[in-house]
T-cell receptor, first 110, second 114 residues
Framework: AQSVTQLGSHVSVSEGALVLLRCNYSSSVPPYLFWYVQYPNQGLQLLLKYTTGATLVKGINGFEAEFKKSETSFHLTKPSAHMSDAAEYFCVFNDYKLSFGAGTTVTVRA | DAMVIQNPRYQVTQFGKPVTLSCSQTLNHNVMYWYQQKSSQAPKLLFHYYDKDFNNEADTPDNFQSRRPNTSFCFLDIRSPGLGDAAMYLC?????????????FGPGTRLLVL
């Protein structure tokens, strides 16, 4: 079965610092991977996705992720955190049905 | 803007009193999904429609039903809500069910059961 594991349920960063959210996947088929963000009491918004092609994927709000097959990873980064990045982030594997990681809560310190 | 709309955003119901949540979309997508999300958890798929074809998840309680009268609208009916059904309910759509397709989520309806 396909799955994703998010390392770290909570990440705290200072405003202006690097944001790094870790996601590893397990799959016997070519992976289709997504990162979604969820703000409090809101639905999920797509940040970016990897299907095929370029392994460095750029998304909205300055986020990007790199697909590394050798490491079975799809980590999400943003060079400089902003207060508005405080939210829940989900790494997701699509195997005709979405498999969600447990989520990582990001807090941003002023 | 094309979007997924959910009404109401907050719904309060009484224990055992039927409730209906609504979802509409202007994306003209073929697939519509309903998810349940409890506090501090990831969303859990309840069921989905591919056009008029209904697909129920094996572990979705019988208490949950859905209707899709046309392409644009989909409803979630909870026949006899229990306290454990209090959650955020998310509607999502996708163009088709292929693995590369993005699911677009609505803002959710938060259900409170008294």
């Amino acid at each position: 079965a396909q799955s994703v594991t998010q390392l770290g349920s909570h990440v705290s960063v200072s405003e202006g610092a690097l944001v790094l959210l870790r996601c590893n996947y397990s799959s016997s088929v070519p992976p289709y991977l997504f990162w979604y963000v969820q703000y409090p009491n809101q639905g999920l918004q797509l940040l970016l996705k990897y299907t095929t092609g370029a392994t460095l994927v750029k998304g909205i709000n300055g986020f990007e992720a790199e697909f590394k097959k050798s490491e079975t990873s799809f980590h999400l980064t943003k060079p400089s955190a902003h207060m508005s990045d405080a939210a829940e982030y989900f790494c997701v594997f699509n195997d005709y049905k979405l498999s969600f990681g447990a989520g990582t809560t990001v807090t941003v310190r002023a | 803007d094309a979007m997924v709309i959910q009404n109401p955003r907050y719904q309060v119901t009484q224990f055992g009193k039927p409730v209906t949540l609504s979802c509409s979309q202007t994306l003209n997508h073929n697939v519509m999904y309903w998810y349940q999300q409890k506090s501090s958890q990831a969303p859990k798929l309840l069921f989905h429609y591919y056009d008029k074809d209904f697909n129920n998840e094996a572990d979705t309680p019988d208490n949950f039903q859905s209707r899709r009268p046309n392409t644009s609208f989909c409803f979630l009916d909870i026949r006899s809500p229990g306290l454990g059904d209090a959650a955020m309910y998310l509607c999502a759509t996708s163009r088709d069910s292929s693995r590369k397709e993005t699911q677009y989520f609505g803002p959710g309806t938060r259900l409170l059961v008294l």
